[in-house]
C-alpha cells in the first residue's frame, strides 16, 4: 500500500513537472492569438496566387498545430513579410548539354513578432526548390506539386523557428 502511495505521488509529481507538453514541440507560452499578414509577392518573376496560397498555407499549418485563434489585428503573435525569390533555373545536363532537370525555387522573408516576449522576435528568409524534369513545364499538376512541396518545408521551417526551441 505504502509503495502504491509513492508511486502515484511520484506520477503526479512528474506530470506536473512537465507542464504543456505539445506533440509538434510548440512553445506558444501564454500566447492566444496569431494573425499573418497578406504575404506580397515581390519576386521578379510574378507567379499569380502564390501570395495568398502561401499566407492560407501559414495560417492552416499554425492552427492545425497550435491551441492559438486567428485574428485580424492585435494578435500576441504576428507573422508578415513577402516572396524575395520564385525563379526556375536548369540544374543538370545530358551528354548533349541540354538540361535534364529543372529547379524551382522560392524564398520568403518573414518577420515574426511575440508582444508577450520580444526578445522572440525575428527576420529571417526562408527558401526551398523543387526539382523537376526539364522535358516538364512548370505549369498545371507539375507546378501545383512544385509548389506545396516548397510551401511545405517553408511554412515548417517558419513554425519550427516561432514556436519551437529546436
Not at 492552416?60 to 513579410?81: C, M, P
Not at 524534369?133 to 505549369?139: H, V
Not at 512541396?149 to 511554412?155: A, F, G, M, N
Request: charge should be negative; proline fraction near 2%; aromatic fraction near 12%.
Amino acid at each position: 500500500m505504502k509503495m502504491k502511495i509513492i508511486g502515484i505521488l511520484v506520477l503526479i509529481l512528474s506530470l506536473q513537472s512537465c507542464g504543456y507538453y505539445s506533440f509538434t514541440g510548440a512553445d506558444t507560452g501564454n500566447a492566444e492569438t496569431f494573425q499573418v499578414n497578406f504575404f506580397q509577392n515581390n519576386a521578379q518573376l510574378i507567379e499569380p496566387g502564390i501570395d495568398r496560397d502561401f499566407t492560407l498555407q501559414l495560417q492552416d499549418l499554425i492552427q492545425n498545430q497550435t491551441k492559438l485563434s486567428l485574428t485580424n489585428s492585435n494578435a500576441d503573435l504576428v507573422y508578415e513579410g513577402e516572396i524575395t525569390r520564385y525563379y526556375v533555373a536548369p540544374m543538370t545536363a545530358t551528354a548533349d548539354s541540354q538540361a535534364a532537370q529543372n529547379r524551382l525555387t522560392i524564398a520568403i522573408n518573414v518577420r515574426f513578432y511575440n508582444a508577450l516576449d520580444p526578445e522572440k522576435d525575428f527576420e529571417e528568409t526562408f527558401s526551398f526548390y523543387f526539382d523537376f524534369p526539364a522535358n516538364e513545364q512548370l505549369s498545371g499538376a507539375t507546378k501545383d506539386v512544385a509548389i506545396g512541396e516548397v510551401y511545405l518545408r517553408i511554412t515548417q521551417d517558419v513554425f519550427n523557428a516561432s514556436l519551437t526551441n529546436w
